[in-house]
């Protein structure tokens, strides 16, 4: 994983926060974690991350409206869904809002670094295809 990747967990259990810090402790990215939407969002605000692990339950804003709104004001952050309630609906729901990747709860310390680096890869890509686009466009490069 690149070494400026940086990474917000947003999980309001302190266990799977922990967890998904343990795993991506020595991939070189930059992590932080938020125990809410509310804290999240601020975070967001302040210094935008450029991949969310995203719980989908939490006690103060819905994970699909965090989504949402993660993907209309930083819609360069790719997203990641982690729950421990999958289900067909909110897997469709949160890859229509945007979402990168959708997984169910509980992931193993190989499943949360490829899913971070695959997103932060899609990242990459898609900044690159969009520069390329722009510059063919006889945009600013």
Known sequence: MKDNAKIL???DEEVVRHSHLRSLANTGCTTRVAED??????VMERD???VVLLDLRMPDID????????KNRWPD????VITGYPSIESAKQAVK???FDYLAKPLGPDEVIKAANDAMVQKQWTLRSNHT?????????
């Open 9 to 11: 967990i947003v999980d």
């Open 37 to 42: 939407g509310k804290t999240a969002l601020d």
């Open 48 to 50: 935008p991350f450029d």
């Open 63 to 70: 994970g699909m409206d965090i989504l949402k709104t993660i």
């Open 77 to 80: 952050c790719e997203v990641v």
């Open 97 to 99: 809002l945007g979402a």
């Open 133 to 141: 686009h722009l510059k063919g466009l006889g945009g600013k490069s």
